[in-house]
């Protein structure tokens, strides 16, 4: 039950209803009876997350595999040959969409939102189950039509993930016809799904948490998730809009976005289209899309980092108000992608100045979390090494997004691998990393089983060693002003060094590529023989591990919700009898108020 | 100009965001007063149902309010090169904005019945709501063939594209509210007693109808923006 102790008034009885069926109680939640109804069409929450997250992984390798067919490509082109240019630049454009869309978007919301928010706000389930239920076929549905790209004649698309037009509507451009099609349908339906799934998220956040988990009680994966949700759900329309404009441009003819050209030696049918107005559109999804996928990555960092280090996190309502701010401020820096697109020059400084000051609470968040380390007692668990990883990965990626973001050093490394080694860094392996600190953490809560740690810690460093192995020298190659997205260099306008860094780059790609089937093995090997983890192996404080079963049952919490009486970071309280106090244990001998600095 | 409004908009932004985080003042790690204030701060008593509609046509306005923009810049874009045409909108489309009001006012009359609990009355004017809305439909698609007939195809220019996808897309969201009103009508029948039928819907005849308000303020702004560019 929410709301201040003791029986609703009658008034609020009624209103109540819905949220009280859900609260204490001694029969199932939408009681699932069959193998059927709990595992494939189930409305739990935590099956859902489970669906998502296999989901999401599965079409993940496959931008997995492309990427490294690519880097086979590039490093090696008169050794392999595994794909002609069209095909390249279809596997550059499949990659990019389903890593940003398919696996993060869909892994960080579907996956941990879902598993998440119920467990971390002692609510027994989303609050629309059935919805819950349908976001997630609807996005598997999204999954194959991306899919069945590879199937159609033609191809899928290969105008790159940003889909510009003219160029991915264009004759000469790979899937031009189809494969487009195939590719904005699969978008449109994937909103449907996030959609479905985001109305969920939010308004289970708002309304069903559980007895005294106030919004400043709630720990900051969840802060995280919650306001990346929104943006989502705000963000994701112009994606939308901009998806149905450039079906109808591309299939009966109109002219939202192509204007009239003479392509091949034939004049085109359109007329007047603005190509600008598309990358307007586009970015101003794309902006606040890197921060969908970044907040719950900040998020859940911040309790890896606090857990691990037995140490509160160091300043809780900044790191609120910096997810907040962060979130607010992703909207207006859009068109810093777009520097050289041919807008109105004057955008450039509102767009520069704008992306500087979205950079003050991202600097906060980042002393904070190296603060909360700071005389921490830290325990270098394999979640807390991809923490510490994360922190390294994103300052890295977070200083030469202040070289791009300022419009005079922008232009001339726009469109080269510096590019492309920075959002790689900022928003390809941070989040990843977060993502694996995630996956040990929460495994043995999911499974009841720990992860193989000697797996797990080589899992860490060959990533994280060979992720700078790999992006590292693409720096280099960007301000050498090597061009991204070209099948193959000549070496009368390079020097031989650049195609030796470029083998060299596929060669830790490989190994990297490699390193994650161990992560794969330890999965499904740990399932069966890792060690029982018992009901909170990290004797942490949050609510998910204070279930009275791991893995939690469904309805979560047995006849009665919790009642929260803490925040989620009281650790190593002076004068407790342990180095953690659960967030539902009340104030009382040997779990005192804690001395927090927040 | 259109630079100072920006940094003006920015400025009212970080403004709004520094009211927001005086909402969350409150000091989490201070547990003294944890059993008493379990859940101080602006919580409300709305149902989850009303949080996800008012979250809903928060999706809903950024979609429309993208599509406007989109429809202003294409617009400015087209005046410039002249492929933009003001368009000739078939007349029928005032009659059809009046069978939509129609629809919106026939739904608010029925949550007036839901909540006086009158079951004859809720389900006659739930009915008319919904068979007004479904007219509406049908005429938009008269609208569309006449438009067709005289020549204005999709491909013809961006102003009558333009009029097709909106038209489409707040036919869709018509289309969606249909359905939760055919579900609703459903369970208006059964063999409970009256009353707790009534009462078993009241809250989702009460969403069905600020749906429709927002949807017929939609297209009010939609045929407001055609008839005036």
Redesign the interface.
């Known amino acids: 039950m929410r709301g201040a102790p003791g029986a609703p008034p009658e008034g609020e009885k009624e209103q109540l209803m819905a949220y009280v069926a859900m609260a204490d109680r001694d029969h199932e939640l939408h009681d699932p009876q069959t193998f059927i109804t709990k595992y494939i069409w189930s409305q739990d929450h935590k099956v859902i997350a489970i669906q998502y997250g296999v989901t999401a992984i599965g079409i993940g390798l496959v931008a997995l595999v492309l990427s490294l067919v690519m880097r086979l490509q590039l490093g090696f082109p008169h050794t392999f040959s595994l794909i002609a240019p069209a095909d390249y630049y279809q596997a550059i454009t499949m990659h990019g969409m389903i890593m940003v869309i398919y696996l993060l978007t869909a892994l960080f919301l579907g996956g941990f939102g879902n598993y998440l928010i119920p467990l971390m706000c002692g609510s027994r389930d989303m609050v629309f189950p059935y919805m819950n239920m349908l976001s997630y076929w609807v996005y598997l549905l999204a999954v194959l039509i991306l899919v069945a790209g590879f199937f159609i004649p033609g191809g899928p698309t290969g105008a790159g993930w940003t889909l510009y037009p003219p160029q991915a509507v264009s004759t000469g451009t790979p899937g031009a016809s189809w494969g487009i099609v195939c590719m904005l349908l699969s978008l449109g339906v994937f909103i449907i799904a996030f959609t479905m799934g985001g109305l969920n998220y939010v308004t289970t956040v708002l309304q069903a948490r559980c007895r005294g988990m106030t919004l400043m009680r709630m720990p900051l994966s969840v802060w995280g998730i919650f306001v990346a949700t929104i943006l989502g759900l705000l963000a994701f329309p112009a994606l939308l809009v901009s998806a149905v404009m450039m079906t109808l441009d591309a299939t009966v003819g109109t002219s939202f976005f192509m204007p009239a050209m003479l392509s091949m030696g034939h004049t085109n049918t359109h007329g007047g289209g603005s190509p600008l107005l598309f990358q307007h559109l586009f970015w101003f999804f794309g902006h606040p899309e890197v921060y969908i996928v970044a907040l719950p990555a900040f998020g859940i960092v911040s309790d890896l980092l606090s857990v691990h280090s037995r140490r509160h996190i160091f300043g809780y309502r900044m790191m609120v108000w910096a997810i907040l701010a962060i979130g607010c401020l992703s909207f207006v820096v859009w068109a810093h992608h777009m520097y050289v697109s041919g807008m109105n020059p004057y955008f450039g400084f509102f767009f520069a100045t704008t992306t500087l000051i979205i950079a003050v609470p991202t600097a906060i968040k980042v002393y904070n979390w190296v603060l909360t380390l700071w005389r921490g007692d830290i325990h270098l668990t394999v979640p807390m090494l991809f923490a510490i990883g994360f922190i390294f990965t994103f300052i890295h990626g977070g200083l030469t997004g202040l070289f791009l973001g300022n419009v005079t050093v922008d232009v001339p490394l726009s469109a080269t691998y510096f590019v492309v080694a920075h959002f790689h860094m900022v928003m390809g392996v941070s989040p990843i990393l977060v993502v694996f600190g995630a996956v040990y953490h929460w495994y043995p809560k999911m499974s009841g089983r720990m992860l193989n740690d000697t797996l797990g810690r080589l899992h860490f460093w060959i990533t994280f060693i060979g992720v700078y192995a790999i992006y590292l020298p693409m720096h280099y190659l960007g301000i050498m002003g090597v061009p991204r997205r070209y099948f193959m260099y000549s070496t009368a306008d390079f020097p031989p060094s650049v195609q030796e860094l470029n083998a060299a780059i596929t060669v830790s790609a490989l190994i990297v590529g490699a390193a994650q089937l161990i992560l794969l093995f330890n999965l499904v090997y740990s399932l069966f023989k890792g060690k029982p983890a018992g009901g909170n192996p990290w004797r942490a404080t949050s609510l998910e591990w204070q279930t009275p079963e791991t893995p939690p049952k469904h309805g979560n919490w047995g006849p009665k919700l919790p009642v929260v009486y803490r925040w989620a970071y009281d650790y190593s309280v002076p004068g407790a009898k342990e180095d953690f106090i659960p967030q539902n244990v009340p104030p009382g001998p040997g779990a005192p108020a804690s001395h927090g600095h927040g | 100009m259109?630079?100072t409004t920006?940094?003006a908009?920015?400025g009212a932004?970080?403004g709004?965001?520094a009211f927001?985080?005086t909402r969350?003042?409150?000091?989490?790690?201070?547990?003294?007063d944890?059993?008493g204030?379990?859940?101080?701060?602006g919580?409300?008593?709305?149902?989850?149902?009303r949080?996800?509609l008012f979250?809903?046509l928060?999706?809903v306005t950024?979609?429309f309010g993208?599509?406007i923009t989109?429809y202003h810049?294409?617009m400015m874009?087209?005046m410039g090169?002249g492929?933009?045409v003001h368009l000739p909108l078939p007349r029928l489309l005032w009659i059809n904005s009046a069978v939509l009001m129609l629809g919106s006012v026939a739904m608010q009359w029925a949550k007036g019945a839901a909540e006086r609990g009158e079951l004859g009355a809720l389900r006659a004017r739930l009915l008319a709501g919904g068979l007004l809305t479904g007219a509406f439909l049908v005429l938009q698609l008269a609208a569309w063939r006449e438009l067709a007939a005289s020549g204005f195809l999709?491909?013809a220019n961006?102003a009558v594209?333009f009029f097709y996808?909106l038209t489409a897309?707040h036919g869709l969201h018509l289309v969606g509210g249909l359905a939760v009103w055919g579900y609703t009508l459903k369970r208006l029948g059964g063999a409970a007693p009256p009353a707790t039928r009534v009462?078993d819907v009241r809250e989702a005849v009460a969403l069905c109808t600020l749906y429709w308000h927002y949807l017929m303020i939609v297209w009010l702004v939609l045929f407001g923006l055609m008839l005036s560019t």
């Open positions: 259109t630079l920006a940094y908009a920015l932004g970080i709004l965001w927001l985080v969350l003042r409150a000091r989490p790690w201070q547990t003294k944890a059993t204030a379990l859940h101080e701060g919580e409300t008593q709305l149902t989850p149902q949080i996800g979250m809903f928060g999706v950024s979609l993208l599509f989109a810049m294409r874009d087209g090169h492929d933009w999709m491909a961006p594209a996808v897309v009462k």
